[in-house]
């Protein structure tokens, strides 16, 4: 590692990453430090919507399985979401990091694992005992962010996840699917097909379930009702920031779950993560750069969690009100249009 770098940007998921190659390709020198010893190691269902091939940032070759329908349950209905420019897709996030940093490499970007971030100061960090000054620091360092502590940004909105990956040959399963049941869970369920595994979670807003609620228990309630096998299984935990606050503090950034870019409706981060990591370098290369696809993913994910709250309220009233006036609306074409054109 050099003494001094254009960019040093904290964390080598997809934000880092996809600013690191923006970057690259101007001539900046940029250094990516990454705490784990592999890219791509996450806690993540790995889902991806088609918005990511409008961005033609990931090529859905690249997916594990490509959907071209989803199943919505709810307590008394499954709803299908099958029109035909529906496409999602699941990618291993290992594979997906692979793909990202050959990317990175061939910018001549250097990429340092093993590496963590702890102490920050205003024009330098130090790793290892040494200091390394910088222009910008780029914090992409996930939901958990050390950058964003450093900058005092507060962080009030986060869900809850918990996951099992199952591997094919314990149970195999074909279609991606969503479970709403507030009498369960006043939050939802996924079933995430892979290659060779299948992610199975749970995602919730704290503020839309009791304190004494044992979430772990509702898991394994709705893990037996849908006669899911985990037995021996290793449960994980992660949180995911929706709370953005603002991007550029000074010559400071906070891009992807560090900057709280993810839909705290969907936990859907990866897209977003992505199109703040290129934004962000763009704004370092041209300080005039108006960050127009910032305000636009902020615009979407703004409309998804709105729309999420007020069934999360809802649900609060009456067990789960408000799923099933979506389910209800979800019956006519018009509905679900709109439903694709805000979600998916
Ligand atoms: C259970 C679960 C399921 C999810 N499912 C989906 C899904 O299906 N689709 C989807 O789009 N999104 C999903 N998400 C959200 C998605 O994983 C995130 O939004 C996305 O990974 C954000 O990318 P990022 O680059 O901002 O952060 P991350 O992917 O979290 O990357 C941050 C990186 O920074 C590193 N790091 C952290 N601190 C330091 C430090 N101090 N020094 C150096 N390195 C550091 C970390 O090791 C990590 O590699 C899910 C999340 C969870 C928890």
Same mark, same amino acid.
């Given at each position: 590692?050099?003494?001094k !770098?254009d960019v ?6 997809p ?12 001539g900046k ?10 890219i ?14 409008e961005? /033609?940032?990931? $090529? ?7 959907? !071209?329908?989803?199943?919505l349950? &709810?307590?008394?209905?499954c709803?299908?979401l ?15 990091g ?8 061939k ?9 963590e ?15 390394i000054? &910088? ?8 939901s ?5 502590? %450093?900058?005092g940004?507060?962080?009030?909105k986060?869900?809850?996840?918990l996951q099992?990956v199952?591997?094919?040959k314990i149970?195999?399963f074909k279609e ?13 369920f996924?079933i +995430?097909?892979?290659?060779?595994f299948?992610?199975?979670g ?11 609620t ?11 009702? %849908? ?17 953005y606050?603002?991007?550029? &503090?000074?010559?400071? +950034?906070?891009?992807?779950d560090?900057?709280?870019f ?5 936990g859907?981060?990866i897209? +977003?993560a992505?199109v /703040?990591g ?10 005039q750069?108006?960050c127009?696809e910032?305000?636009?993913i ?8 709105? $729309? &999420?709250?007020?069934?999360g309220?809802?649900?609060n009233?009456i067990?789960?009100?408000g799923?099933?006036?979506?389910s209800? +609306? ?8 709109? $439903? ?5």
């Amino acid at each position: 590692m050099k003494n001094k !770098y254009d960019v040093v940007i904290v964390g080598a998921g997809p934000a880092g990453l996809s600013c690191a190659e923006t970057l690259a390709n101007n001539g900046k020198s940029i250094l990516v430090l990454e705490k784990n010893n592999k890219i791509g190691h996450k806690i993540c269902a790995g889902g991806l919507t088609v918005k990511i091939e409008e961005e /033609s940032i990931v $090529f859905l070759k690249n997916a594990d399985n490509v959907f !071209y329908s989803m199943k919505l349950h &709810f307590s008394k209905a499954c709803r299908k979401l099958d029109r035909n420019n529906l496409v999602t897709a699941t990618i291993d996030r290992e594979e997906l990091g692979k793909i990202m940093l050959k990317k990175v490499l061939k910018g001549g970007v250097e990429v340092k694992t093993e590496t963590e971030v702890k102490e920050i100061n205003e024009n330098s960090i130090i790793v290892n005992g040494q200091e390394i000054k &910088f222009d910008y620091l780029v914090g992409a360092d996930g939901s958990n962010s050390t950058v964003r502590r %450093y900058l005092g940004v507060k962080t009030k909105k986060m869900l809850v996840t918990l996951q099992y990956v199952i591997p094919q040959k314990i149970q195999n399963f074909k279609e991606m699917e969503y479970f709403f049941n507030s009498k369960i869970l006043n939050g939802y369920f996924w079933i +995430f097909p892979h290659k060779n595994f299948t992610a199975v979670g749970v995602a919730y807003y704290p503020k839309n379930v009791q304190q004494n609620t044992c979430v772990k228990k509702c898991f394994e309630k709705w893990l037996e009702k %849908y006669k899911i096998k985990i037995g021996g299984l290793k449960l994980k935990s992660f949180p995911i920031s929706f709370d953005y606050r603002d991007y550029q &503090f000074g010559n400071k +950034f906070l891009i992807g779950d560090a900057g709280g870019f993810a839909s705290g409706a969907t936990g859907e981060g990866i897209y +977003f993560a992505m199109v /703040s990591g290129k934004e962000v370098a763009k704004k370092i290369i041209d300080p005039q750069y108006d960050c127009s696809e910032i305000l636009k993913i902020l615009k979407i994910k703004r409309k998804q969690e709105y $729309f &999420f709250e007020k069934i999360g309220f809802l649900n609060n009233i009456i067990p789960n009100l408000g799923f099933n006036i979506l389910s209800f +609306f979800l019956n006519y074409k018009w509905f679900k249009k709109i $439903f694709i054109k805000i979600f998916i």
